[in-house]
């Protein structure tokens, strides 16, 4: 394929205080990424240069890009120099900030298909006065979308099969999540996802798992309500809302995760389903990052163009060592290319 027609993609470099500079400089030597995409980092050259040399200098051995070299959209901020390596606060927020925000005026304005973006530290934001919970709001707002949902994916290196979660609710806390879980936000993710997996991933009759919320999903009312009161029977409706998909659940959240497990490890004879709609931040991401944190990618569904995102976060503790992996990192680029491709052709049949 002629280079100049392969998706365009922009990559943040997240927060400059955490790995988001390491894992960048790290994923950008990987050859199959010329071959899939045209990637342009934005973010600071000093950054990456300065990551560049401090981990070179603990560890002479180290494959990384020539920051010299790297395609990049410099965004400039007048406390660079200020940043400590390992420390995310206000200036450190302020930077990925907008980084983040310069990528999406990019993306929004044509010039890209799909944004990848290194992780940021909610704190950090917060402490530069960015209210947000996360970059996912922030793409959501700045696209004007108000259904949107934060999804998981990945491949498993042993057996190939593909784990798709969707959480229900995410950065809240858990004593909000009974109160934010309603009939309607479940419709508006479950038609995400059905969308998601159709346009995605070729998947127009696909099975999905959804999670109970109490132990034993609520065991007929003896511990928990939700599902008797509502959960159940909004599943009922969904199933006639939904002809086309097999909707399974509530299941008990501690048994979802069984076979999902079975499938990514061993590839025995298990019956799995397409996605796991999970109703809560850590019900998901236990078993996404048990299973796969090197694999994992982050994708925002809902939006007018593709993002995707590593699994992990800043990892402050180990900034500036070398030793950060950019597994996820790589994943996250190439599913990114992958959704730009997979947007742009004639719905295709797929099967798990
Ligand atoms: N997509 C994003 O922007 C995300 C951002 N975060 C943010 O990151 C910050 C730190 O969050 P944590 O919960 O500590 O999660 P974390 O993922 O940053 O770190 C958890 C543990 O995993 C290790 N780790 C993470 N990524 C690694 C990698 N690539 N290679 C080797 N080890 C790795 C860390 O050293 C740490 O021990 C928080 O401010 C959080 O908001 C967290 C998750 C996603
Ligand atoms: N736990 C996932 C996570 O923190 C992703 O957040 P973001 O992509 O919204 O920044």
């Given at each position: 394929m002629d280079c100049m027609s392969l998706p365009r993609l922009i990559l943040t470099l997240g927060d400059p205080a955490g790995i988001g500079p390491e894992v960048v400089l790290k994923a950008l030597v990987e050859p199959e990424l010329v071959q899939i995409c045209q990637l342009t980092v934005i973010g600071s050259r000093s950054v990456l240069t300065q990551t560049?040399?401090?981990?070179?200098?603990?560890?002479?051995?180290?494959?990384?890009?020539?920051?010299?070299?790297?395609?990049?959209?410099?965004?400039?901020?007048?406390?660079?120099?200020?940043?400590?390596?390992?420390?995310?606060?206000?200036?450190?927020?302020?930077?990925?900030?907008?980084?983040?925000?310069?990528?999406?005026?990019?993306?929004?304005?044509?010039?890209?298909?799909?944004?990848?973006?290194?992780?940021?530290?909610?704190?950090?934001?917060?402490?530069?006065?960015?209210?947000?919970?996360?970059?996912?709001?922030?793409?959501?707002?700045?696209?004007?979308?108000?259904?949107?949902?934060?999804?998981?994916?990945?491949?498993?290196?042993?057996?190939?099969?593909?784990?798709?979660?969707?959480?229900?609710?995410?950065?809240?806390?858990?004593?909000?999540?009974?109160?934010?879980?309603?009939?309607?936000?479940?419709?508006?993710?479950?038609?995400?996802?059905?969308?998601?997996?159709?346009?995605?991933?070729?998947?127009?009759?696909?099975?999905?798992?959804?999670?109970?919320?109490?132990?034993?999903?609520?065991?007929?009312?003896?511990?928990?309500?939700?599902?008797?009161?509502?959960?159940?029977?909004?599943?009922?409706?969904?199933?006639?809302?939904y002809p086309q998909a097999k909707l399974i659940g509530p299941i008990p959240p501690d048994t979802m995760w069984v076979s999902p497990g079975k499938a990514w490890l061993t590839d025995g004879q298990t019956t799995v389903s397409d996605a796991y709609l999970a109703l809560y931040h850590d019900q998901g991401l236990i078993p996404v990052k048990l299973l796969a944190f090197d694999q994992a990618i982050n994708t925002t569904i809902g939006l007018p163009f593709v993002r995707t995102s590593p699994d992990h976060g800043t990892a402050f503790d180990i900034a500036g060592q070398g030793i950060a992996r950019a597994d996820s990192m790589i994943a996250a680029i190439k599913l990114a290319a992958e959704l730009v491709e997979q947007r742009s052709q004639p719905s295709a049949n797929h099967t798990n």
């Open positions: 560049h040399g401090q981990l070179l200098a603990k560890n002479p051995g180290l494959n990384l890009a020539d920051p010299e070299k790297i395609n990049l959209l410099e965004v400039d901020h007048p406390n660079l120099e200020e940043v400590s390596v390992g420390r995310g606060d206000a200036i450190s927020g302020a930077i990925s900030f907008a980084y983040l925000n310069e990528a999406i005026a990019r993306t929004l304005a044509g010039e890209f298909a799909g944004i990848v973006t290194a992780p940021i530290a909610k704190s950090a934001w917060q402490a530069a006065g960015h209210n947000y919970p996360g970059q996912t709001e922030v793409l959501a707002s700045r696209a004007g979308v108000e259904r949107f949902g934060m999804a998981f994916v990945g491949r498993s290196p042993f057996t190939g099969w593909t784990l798709r979660t969707l959480l229900a609710t995410t950065h809240i806390p858990l004593k909000a999540v009974p109160l934010a879980l309603t009939p309607e936000l479940m419709d508006s993710k479950l038609d995400l996802l059905l969308t998601c997996l159709a346009q995605d991933f070729g998947i127009d009759k696909p099975s999905v798992a959804i999670a109970g919320l109490n132990p034993h999903s609520g065991e007929e009312g003896k511990l928990g309500e939700e599902e008797q009161n509502w959960l159940i029977p909004w599943l009922e409706q969904a199933r006639k809302k």
